[in-house]
């Protein structure tokens, strides 16, 4: 497998540029629009690492009907005394990380860099 960094940096900014921005997407949904051109170790690693900066990265937690019951930081510890419950079913989420996944989202930031990147290439292109 190749190691497509400029294909994935180019999703990430189309991505960052609609509006609304898309919002709480997965390797998964980078895998596939790359054409699965590298590895799911690869694209979390290459994600992960943009945490705080390009992105933020939170983690999804399921309840037993498979609802997206909570969101929380990734590193944030869950009270197992007092579980958050499921806005669409109340039930307890399931605090398991097989019953959770990572979801990433744009900082305000790095949006708005985007979009001056785009609009200077605009510029840039109706000025030749």
């Not at 943009?50 to 609802?67: D, I």
């Not at 989202?105 to 979009?115: A, H, L, P, Q, V």
């Amino acid at each position: 497998m190749t190691k497509p960094i400029a294909k994935i940096t180019s999703v990430l900014e189309q991505w960052a540029l609609y509006d609304p921005p898309m919002v709480d997407f997965t390797v998964e949904n980078v895998l596939h629009a790359i054409r699965y051109e590298a590895t799911y170790d690869y694209v979390l690693k290459f994600l992960i690492s943009r945490n705080g900066f390009e992105l933020s990265v939170s983690r999804v937690y399921m309840c037993p009907n498979n609802h997206k019951a909570f969101y929380c930081e990734v590193d944030e510890e869950i009270d197992e005394y007092d579980l958050p419950t499921c806005h669409i079913c109340e039930q307890e989420i399931v605090n398991d990380l097989d019953h959770s996944f990572l979801v990433f989202s744009f900082t305000d930031e790095y949006r708005e860099d985007i979009k001056k990147k785009d609009l200077f290439r605009l510029k840039k292109l109706v000025c030749h």
